[in-house]
C-alpha cells in the first residue's frame, strides 16, 4: 500500500536537511530520466541555481522549500513516493519508505541529482513520478497556487482554536475527519494523524461537523498538536527503511493509539478492540466504545 509522507516526516526532513546542506554550495543540477520531476529552463537553473549557495530550508504544508543565496527557491513536492536522499559524510533520507532511502544512489526511482561544490550529493528519487522539484524567485514562492490554498500550519503557536473552530465549520455537512483532512482547512493532517487525534479527542471520525461542540473541537485542536509533535520528536511515522540525521527510523507508529492496531485492546479501554472502518474513502480506526457515533 502507497503511503504519502505526512507532514512530520516532511518536518523531519527540512530538519535533517538544514544540518546538512545549509552552506554548501551547489555545482551541478541533472534530471535523470524524468523531465516532469525537474521542469525547469536550463537557462534559469545556469544562471539561479548553479554555484547558489543553500541558505535555509523551510516547510509549508508538505512542501519543502530550500532557499538560495540567489534569491531563488527550490520548491519541492514528495506527493505520493517521493524521497530526499543526501549523501556525503553522513547519510540522511526521507519520505516514501523504500530501499532507496538506504541503497547507493542514484538507481532506478532516482529523477534529480543536485551536486555540491564538496562532492555531496542530494538525491531527489520518485517510483510514480508525481513529485516535482521547481525552481521559483523567492519572492513568487507565496503567490503559487498551491501555497494560495493550503490552509494554516497546525503546528504554528499563534494557531488557537479561536481559528480552528470557524475554519472547521465551513464543512459543516461534512464528516469531521474529511474536514481536518482537507488541506484548505488545515495544512498537513493526514490519515495517521487525524485517526490518532480523533481517538485523543473521543470523536468518531464519521460525526458530522454540525454535530461536534466547540469544547470537542478545541481538544481535537490540542490533539492534531500533540500527536504531530510527538511524531517529530520520534522521527516521523514510517516504520520501514526510514532514517533521520542520526541513521535512525522513524518510530511514532510503535506509539500509535489505534492507528494500525486493530484487533487489539484499546489502550483506554482494554475491553474493547480497535476497529478499522471506512471513512472519507480512507482506512479508518476506532475504539467503538471511546468513540461512539452520536
Not at 32 to 47: G, L, R, Y
Not at 55 to 77: F, G, M, N, P, Q
Not at 209 to 225: G, H, M, W
Not at 228 to 245: A, P
Request: charged letters at 25%; hydrophobic letters at 40%.
Amino acid at each position: 500500500m502507497v503511503r504519502v509522507p505526512e507532514l512530520p516526516e516532511v518536518e523531519t526532513a527540512r530538519r535533517g536537511l538544514s544540518d546538512l546542506i545549509i552552506g554548501r554550495i551547489v555545482k551541478a543540477a541533472n534530471a535523470i530520466d524524468s523531465p516532469k520531476s525537474f521542469p525547469n529552463d536550463p537557462a534559469s537553473v545556469s544562471e539561479f541555481l548553479i554555484h547558489a549557495s543553500i541558505i535555509d530550508v523551510r516547510r509549508r504544508a508538505k512542501v519543502l522549500l530550500i532557499d538560495l543565496s540567489s534569491e531563488y527557491t527550490l520548491v519541492i513536492h514528495l506527493k505520493m513516493t517521493g524521497q530526499l536522499v543526501y549523501r556525503g559524510e553522513i547519510q540522511f533520507g526521507a519520505g516514501h519508505p523504500n530501499d532507496s532511502l538506504i541503497g547507493e544512489l542514484p538507481d532506478r526511482s532516482t529523477r534529480v541529482d543536485i551536486q555540491f561544490a564538496d562532492g555531496s550529493h542530494l538525491f531527489f528519487n520518485d517510483q510514480r513520478k508525481f513529485g516535482w522539484v521547481k525552481l521559483y524567485p523567492t519572492l513568487e514562492v507565496p503567490n503559487i497556487d498551491f501555497m494560495q490554498r493550503v490552509g494554516p500550519e497546525p503546528l504554528e503557536d499563534s494557531f488557537t482554536a479561536r481559528e480552528f473552530i470557524p475554519r472547521v465549520r465551513r464543512r459543516n455537512n461534512t464528516t469531521v475527519k474529511a474536514a481536518i483532512l482537507d488541506q484548505t482547512v488545515l495544512a498537513g493532517v493526514g490519515n495517521i494523524y487525524a485517526d490518532e487525534s480523533l481517538w485523543g479527542a473521543r470523536i468518531h471520525p464519521a460525526m458530522r461537523v454540525r454535530d461536534v461542540s466547540d469544547e470537542q473541537l478545541a481538544l481535537l485542536l490540542s490533539e492534531i498538536k500533540f500527536v504531530m509533535n510527538l511524531s517529530i520528536e520520534k522521527g516521523g511515522s514510517t516504520d520501514r527503511n526510514y532514517v533521520n540525521i542520526e541513521g535512525k527510523r522513524g518510530s511514532y507508529i510503535d506509539f500509535a493509539r489505534v492507528f494500525r492496531k486493530e484487533g487489539t485492546p484499546c489502550p483506554r479501554h482494554p475491553d474493547a478492540i480497535v476497529e478499522k472502518i471506512r471513512v472519507a474513502g480512507r482506512g479508518t480506526h476506532i475504539c467503538p466504545v471511546c468513540q461512539m457515533l452520536q
